[in-house]
């Protein structure tokens, strides 16, 4: 498994823009789908966004499309999520998942994840 992890979280307005990076132990990462799930106080992780391992494929939960961009960079083994307007819905802990795919394509579902970062803390003021 490769270890991940995730910096760039912080306070922001609503409104505002963060970006998140998730950054791999290594090359193995090449070949791992990379997601971004969250879990709000109280709440269940949700999905976010995933981009597969290739960057060909790329989901999206409805809470954030149109908002948010997932991209990856294969030569410095890293994944990012670009968060424009945030809303103070958006506040949770965010997560950096990787999933080594050997077939299928890429999947929302968390259980499908085996790598997981440690966890940035996005938080929005109204």
């Known amino acids: 498994q490769v270890r991940l992890v995730e910096s760039g979280g912080g306070l922001a307005q609503a409104g505002a823009s963060l970006s998140l990076s998730c950054a791999a132990s290594?090359?193995?990462?090449?070949?791992?789908?990379a997601a971004w799930f969250r879990q709000a106080p109280g709440k269940e992780r949700e999905f976010v966004a995933a981009?597969?391992?290739?960057?060909?494929?790329?989901l999206y939960s409805e809470d954030v499309r149109g908002r948010f961009a997932v991209s990856r960079d294969n030569a410095k083994y890293t994944a990012s999520l670009q968060m424009n307007d945030l809303r103070p819905e958006d506040t949770a802990v965010y997560y950096c998942?990787?999933?080594?795919?050997?077939?299928?394509?890429?999947?929302?579902?968390?259980?499908?994840?085996?790598?997981w970062g440690q966890g940035t803390q996005v938080t929005v003021s109204s």
């Open positions: 290594g090359r193995a990462f090449i070949n791992y789908d």
């Open positions: 998942a990787g999933h080594l795919r050997t077939a299928g394509t890429v999947r929302r579902e968390s259980t499908q994840y085996e790598s």
């Open positions: 981009v597969s391992w290739g960057g060909g494929t790329i």
